[in-house]
C-alpha cells in the first residue's frame, strides 16, 4: 500500500486527511471504480491527485470550466507538480505541444473539457498516453435526472473503452439517490462502490426571508455579517443593477456575467479574491472553481429552481471552516416566476412540433432532406420570423435535440482569425504606426503560415506581447483590416444546429419520454422540493436539504432562522440593557455576555434580533458597537 499520508505531507504539507478522502484514495488506489461523495469544500480534488502522484502514470481530468482548469494547474504547478489543461481557445500548436508535455515530460495531470472526448481525433491521442486514472468531477452532469445534465459527459463511457482496466473516480457535491445510482451506470462501473460524507456543514447558517424590500435586506445583511460574499441573480442585467446600487451605497462590489469577455472576468475575479472587491454579484457562471475560503455570506435575491444549484452555490460560503452565511430572499412574486419555468423549460408538444417545422423551414429543408446539414443558428432572428417567444423556443430546441431530431448547441465561441493579404515582400514597403508595427510583429512571432491561411488568436496572450489592452489590439487589428493588410474575422460566440436525420412531417414528431415527459416530472419536483424549502417555517433548513439529498437521520441544526425562531424571543429588558452598555461605546462580545448578567443563549438571541434590525454591527475581532 502506497504511503498516501507522505504524499500528502510532501505536496500539500496537510498531517493528515478529512473524513473519507483516505477511504476514496484507498479505493481508487486498488483499481475500483469509485463514486465520491463530498461536501462543498470536502477536498475533492486531493482524492485524485493523492493517488496519481503516489504511482506512475497521468490522470486524465475531466472538468466543466475553463476557469477551474485554470486554477487547478496553477495550483499543481506552484506545487511542482506537472499538469497542463487542453480547452477552447487554444491553437493547434498549443494543443499539440500539451499533448507531446503529456507523452515526454512525464506530465501528471491533463485536465479537459467533457466536449473534447467528442473529438475523433483526440480520443485517437489518447491511447499514446499512460493513463492511469479518470476522475470526473461534477459527475451528476452525467445525468438526465440531474439539475445540470450535459449530453458531452455521456462520451466518458466511450472512453473507457479506449482505455480498458484504468480506473474511474467520479465526484460531486450535490447528487440525489437516483442521480448516485445513475452516475455508476452511466459510467460502467464495474460495481457499485460509493463513499459518501454527510453533507451537513455545522458552521454554514442556513436563512429564508420573505421580503418585498430585498435591497434594504442586501444592505442590512452587508453591514451586520462583515466580509466577502456573493450575491446571486438569475440575469445578466440584473447583475450590473445590483452590483451599481451596492457602489451607491458604499459598498465595493463588481457584476459577473458569462457574457463578460475573458480578461474581464480574470481581473474582476483577481480582485474579489484579493479582498480588494467586497461583493461580487453573478449568476450561476461565477463560483464553480472559484476556491476562496473567507466567503462570509452567499445571498440570493432570486429564487433558484432547483435544491442542488442552491445547496452547491450556497455552500460556497464557510469554506474556511468559520461562520457563514447561505442567505434566500424571496416573495410571493418569485413563486410565480418558478410556475412560469415549468411552463417555459416544456412547452406543450404541439408547440415544440411547431418549433421543428419553423426551423426546417427557417433553412429551406424539405421534407425526407436534411440529415448532416449544419447551420449557424441566430435565436433572435429566427424568433422574430416566426412569432415565437425566445425562452420556450430555445428549450423547445433542447427538447427536440434529446429526442434524436438535431443537434443543437447553445454557443459555440469561435476565436478570432486573422491572415496577410499582403505579400512579405509588400509587408516590408507599408509606412505602419508604432502599434500597427507592434501588432504585426506579434503575429509574425507567434503565428507561422499567415501569409498562406488563417491563424486562430489567443487575443489575451497577443496583446500581453504587444504591451497592450485587448481593446487596443482589437482597434490595431481593425485599422489594419481596413488598410487592406489583413483579414480580420472577429471571435463570436455562435449557436449551431445540426440536423441528425432528414425532416418528417409535423404530425410524425415524436418526443421520447426520456426527452419530455420524464424530465418533466423532475423538474416539477425539483421545483416544488424548491418552494417547500422556501416557505416551510416549521423545519430546521439544513435537516430539509439533508433530507432531499437522501439523509434522513439528521438532526436539527439549531442556528437556522426556523430553530432560532422556535426559542423564545429575546426579551426586552436583553436589548434595553445592551443598548445602555453600548451608549459608552463599542464592547467585546465576551464583556458584554458579562456585563448583561444573561444566558449566552438570550444574549445571542437579542443581538441577532438588533442587528437584523439594524441597531448594532459586530466586526471580525467580535466587537459590538451601536449603530448611528
Not at 504511482?55 to 470550466?65: F, N, S, Y
Not at 445547496?311 to 461562520?323: I, K, L, P, Y
Not at 430546521?540 to 433530507?547: A, E, G, I, V, Y
Request: hydrophobic content about 35%.
Amino acid at each position: 500500500m502506497p504511503d498516501y499520508e507522505s504524499v500528502l505531507k510532501t505536496y500539500w504539507g496537510y498531517d493528515r486527511f478529512r473524513p473519507m478522502q483516505r477511504e476514496i484514495i484507498e479505493s481508487i488506489g486498488a483499481g475500483r471504480d469509485t463514486l465520491g461523495l463530498l461536501p462543498t469544500g470536502g477536498g475533492k480534488s486531493i482524492t485524485f491527485q493523492v493517488p496519481t502522484m503516489a504511482k506512475e502514470g497521468l490522470c486524465l481530468v475531466i472538468t466543466p470550466l475553463v476557469a477551474l482548469m485554470k486554477d487547478q494547474v496553477e495550483l499543481l504547478r506552484s506545487k511542482d507538480i506537472k499538469a497542463t489543461a487542453i480547452y477552447s481557445g487554444l491553437s493547434p500548436d498549443e494543443i499539440h505541444n500539451a499533448f507531446n508535455y503529456c507523452l515526454y515530460g512525464k506530465c501528471k495531470f491533463l485536465y479537459i473539457s467533457p466536449e473534447r472526448l467528442q473529438s475523433q481525433e483526440f480520443t485517437a491521442k489518447l491511447r499514446h498516453l499512460k493513463i492511469t486514472l479518470i476522475a470526473v468531477d461534477e459527475s451528476h452532469c452525467i445525468s438526465q435526472w440531474g439539475y445540470d445534465f450535459r449530453p458531452a459527459y455521456r462520451s466518458i463511457a466511450d472512453v473507457r473503452l479506449l482505455l480498458p482496466g484504468v480506473p474511474v473516480l467520479a465526484l460531486t457535491a450535490t447528487a440525489t439517490p437516483e442521480v448516485v445510482r445513475d452516475i455508476q451506470n452511466q459510467l460502467m462501473f464495474a460495481s457499485e462502490n460509493v463513499f459518501k460524507t454527510s453533507f451537513a456543514r455545522k458552521n454554514l447558517i442556513y436563512v429564508v426571508r420573505k421580503t418585498e424590500d430585498k435591497e434594504g435586506t442586501i444592505l442590512r445583511i452587508l453591514k451586520g455579517v462583515p466580509g466577502t460574499s456573493v450575491i446571486y441573480v438569475r440575469s445578466r442585467a440584473k447583475t450590473k443593477e445590483v452590483a451599481e446600487f451596492l457602489q451607491r451605497n458604499k459598498i465595493s462590489a463588481h457584476f459577473f456575467h458569462a457574457g463578460l469577455d475573458n480578461t474581464e472576468k480574470d481581473r474582476r475575479q483577481t480582485e474579489w479574491k484579493s479582498g480588494k472587491v467586497r461583493v461580487m454579484v453573478a449568476t450561476n457562471a461565477f463560483g464553480m472553481g472559484i476556491d476562496k475560503p473567507d466567503v462570509r455570506t452567499v445571498i440570493h435575491i432570486d429564487m433558484p429552481d432547483c435544491i442542488e444549484a442552491y445547496f452547491q452555490e450556497a455552500g460556497r460560503a464557510g469554506r474556511d471552516g468559520q461562520t457563514a452565511y447561505g442567505i434566500l430572499l424571496y416573495n410571493n412574486n418569485d413563486l410565480k416566476k418558478l410556475e412560469k419555468r415549468i411552463a417555459d423549460n416544456f412547452p406543450p408538444p404541439e408547440y415544440i412540433r411547431k418549433v421543428y417545422t419553423s426551423v426546417c423551414n427557417y433553412y429551406q429543408i424539405g421534407i425526407e432532406s436534411g440529415e448532416g446539414c449544419t447551420f449557424a443558428f441566430n435565436l433572435f432572428d429566427f424568433c422574430s420570423k416566426f412569432h415565437l417567444s425566445q425562452l420556450p423556443a430555445h428549450h423547445a430546441l433542447k427538447i427536440l435535440s434529446l429526442s434524436g431530431y438535431m443537434e443543437y448547441t447553445d454557443e459555440v465561441k469561435t476565436a478570432p482569425r486573422v491572415r496577410f493579404i499582403v505579400t512579405r515582400h509588400q509587408l516590408y514597403e507599408i509606412d505602419t504606426t508604432d502599434d500597427e508595427e507592434e501588432v504585426i510583429n506579434g503575429l509574425l512571432r507567434s503565428y507561422p503560415g499567415l501569409f498562406t491561411d488563417f491563424a486562430f488568436l489567443d487575443d489575451c496572450k497577443l496583446a500581453a506581447r504587444c504591451m497592450m489592452n485587448r481593446q487596443q489590439l482589437y482597434g490595431t487589428l481593425i485599422n489594419l483590416a481596413r488598410r487592406g493588410i489583413i483579414q480580420f474575422i472577429p471571435g463570436k460566440e455562435t449557436p449551431y444546429i445540426t440536423f441528425t436525420r432528414n425532416r418528417v412531417d409535423e404530425s410524425r414528431v415524436y418526443l421520447t419520454d426520456d426527452a419530455f415527459r420524464f424530465r418533466q416530472e423532475r423538474f416539477v419536483e425539483r421545483i416544488r422540493a424548491m418552494e417547500h424549502y422556501a416557505t416551510d417555517e416549521e423545519h430546521c433548513r439544513s435537516r430539509l436539504l439533508l433530507q432531499y439529498f437522501g439523509e434522513e437521520n439528521s438532526c436539527d441544526c439549531g442556528r437556522c432562522d426556523v430553530c432560532c425562531g422556535k426559542r423564545p424571543d429575546p426579551t426586552p429588558d436583553i436589548i434595553k440593557k445592551v443598548k445602555a452598555l453600548l451608549a459608552n461605546g463599542p464592547m467585546h462580545l465576551e464583556q458584554l455576555a458579562v456585563a448583561c448578567q444573561c444566558s449566552q443563549e438570550s444574549l445571542v438571541k437579542a443581538l441577532r434580533f438588533m442587528r437584523d434590525e439594524g441597531l448594532i454591527q459586530i466586526n471580525q475581532k467580535k466587537i459590538v458597537s451601536l449603530r448611528h
